[in-house]
C-alpha cells in the first residue's frame, strides 16, 4: 500500500512514544518512573465526574449534537472568557472542538496555503511544525532567550512578506516559561501593525505559579480581531483523555472551522460539553490546591536538577514540566538509555527543537520525583 508524500513525511508524536516505551515496561513489571506524559496526575475535580455521571441519564445524551457545540456550552464559553479576562464573545464567535490538538490541527486547515510562513518560537510544542507541515505550510522556527522567553526583537526580524501566522503559546510546552508580558504586548502589537494573525494557545493559562497570566485578546480590540483563542479543559481540569477543547475567533472563520469539524469528526462529545457547563460555573478551589501541589514539586525538581554536575534547569513559571540543558548533544540516545538502565522515562528535546535538552514532566508524586531524580544524577555521573 503506497501512502501519500504528506503522510509519509509526518513525524510521529516524540512525547507519545516515550510514554508508550514505559508503558510496556511497566506492563513487564519494572518499577518505570514516568516523567513523559504530558497530564496532570491528579483525578478529575469532583464537579466533573458528578456531571458526567449526571448526563449519562439525560434523554437524547447519545445523539448528535451541533457541530460547533450546543449552543449552552458555547453560552457558558462565553461567560467563562467574560467573566475571567473580560472578553465579549457572541456565541457564534466560539465553538467546541474534539480536544485542544484537534481545533488547532483545524485552524491550520482554515489558514494556511502553499508556502505561507509561520513563526514558531522554540523550544516548541512537537505537533506546532508538523501541523503546518501537514498543511504544506512552512515553519519558521525563533529561538527565545536563556530562559526560553520569547522576544518581539526575534519575532519581528523573522517577518517576512509570507508571514501569515504567530503562534504564542505561554505558559509553554515544553518549558513552562511564561513570557514577559512587556514582550507579548509588542509581538500583539507588530501583528496588527503587519496584520499577521496570532494562534494563542493559552492551554495552560489556570497552571501558573508566580506571574499573572495574560491572555492575548484581552490585550486590545485590535488584538483581539486578529487572535484566534484556543484553550482545552485537559490540563486544569485533568481530563486529557476525555477530549474537548474550545475556540474563540471571529464569526467567518469559526463558520470555516465548523465546516472542516464537520466533514472531519462531527460534533464533539456530548458528556464531555455538560461537563464542560458545569465546569465554567463551578468554584477553582480543587483546581488551585492542584497547581499548589505543582508549585511544590517545581521547587523541588528545579533545585534538585541543578546540583546534578553538568545539568542547567531554569525554574519555570507555569504548566507542569522542566526542560533542562543535559550534558550531551543527542537528547534521544540520552533518553533511551535513561529509560533502558535508569528506568526513568523523560522526553528528548530534539522534536521540542533543543538537541541538548530533555522534558521532564513533574506531574508525578514528590516521591516518585525524588527517586527519578536520584537515578537521573546516578546515570550522568556513571
Not at 522556527?141 to 526580524?157: G, M, R
Not at 469559526?254 to 468554584?283: R, W
Request: aromatic residues 8%.
Amino acid at each position: 500500500m503506497k501512502l501519500s508524500e504528506r503522510a509519509s513525511n509526518l513525524q510521529p508524536s516524540a512525547t507519545l512514544a516515550i510514554s508508550g516505551k514505559a508503558k510496556a515496561l511497566k506492563k513487564e513489571g519494572k518499577d518505570v518512573i514516568d516523567f513523559g506524559a504530558g497530564q496532570p496526575d491528579f483525578e478529575p475535580p469532583s464537579f466533573i465526574k458528578t456531571a458526567i455521571k449526571a448526563a449519562i441519564d439525560k434523554p437524547g445524551i447519545g445523539k448528535y449534537t451541533a457541530v460547533p457545540g450546543t449552543p449552552e456550552a458555547r453560552e457558558a464559553i462565553t461567560k467563562k472568557l467574560k467573566s475571567d479576562y473580560n472578553l465579549d464573545y457572541t456565541s457564534n464567535e466560539v465553538m467546541v472542538t474534539v480536544g485542544g490538538k484537534c481545533g488547532l490541527f483545524n485552524i491550520f486547515q482554515a489558514l494556511i496555503d502553499k508556502d505561507d510562513e509561520v513563526i514558531i518560537p522554540s523550544p516548541y510544542w512537537v505537533s506546532y511544525p508538523e501541523q503546518v507541515k501537514f498543511c504544506n505550510g512552512t515553519p519558521v522556527i525563533v529561538e527565545t532567550d536563556n530562559n526560553f522567553k520569547l522576544q518581539a526583537s526575534s519575532v519581528e526580524a523573522a517577518i517576512t512578506d509570507k508571514t501569515k501566522i504567530i503562534i504564542l503559546n505561554s505558559p509553554s510546552n515544553p518549558t513552562g516559561a511564561v513570557s514577559d508580558e512587556e514582550e507579548l504586548i509588542k509581538i500583539a502589537n507588530l501583528a496588527v501593525e503587519k496584520d499577521i494573525l496570532i494562534i494563542s494557545d493559552e492551554i495552560y493559562d489556570k497552571i501558573i505559579f508566580d506571574k499573572k497570566h495574560l491572555c492575548i485578546p484581552a490585550i486590545s480590540e485590535a488584538v483581539k480581531k486578529q487572535t484566534i483563542y484556543c484553550n482545552a479543559l485537559s490540563k486544569t481540569y485533568a481530563v486529557p483523555g476525555l477530549r474537548l477543547g474550545y475556540i474563540a475567533a471571529n464569526e467567518s472563520l469559526i463558520k470555516a472551522l465548523t465546516a472542516i469539524q464537520g466533514q472531519s469528526t462531527s460534533n464533539p462529545d456530548a458528556l464531555m460539553q455538560e461537563a464542560l457547563i458545569v465546569a465554567f460555573s463551578s468554584p477553582m478551589d480543587e483546581v488551585n490546591a492542584m497547581v499548589e501541589e505543582f508549585k511544590k514539586r517545581r521547587d523541588y525538581i528545579v533545585q534538585a536538577l541543578n546540583e546534578i554536575p553538568g545539568v542547567e534547569c531554569p525554574s519555570p513559571d507555569g504548566a507542569f514540566y522542566v526542560f533542562p540543558k543535559i550534558p550531551t548533544d543527542n537528547s534521544l540516545q540520552f533518553a533511551t538509555d535513561l529509560l533502558e538502565k535508569k528506568l526513568v522515562a523523560v522526553v528528548p528535546g530534539a522534536p521540542f527543537g533543543r538537541e541538548s535538552h530533555v522534558r521532564i514532566s513533574y506531574a508525578a508524586s514528590l516521591d516518585n520525583i525524588k527517586e527519578g531524580v536520584k537515578r537521573i544524577r546516578e546515570f550522568i555521573e556513571n
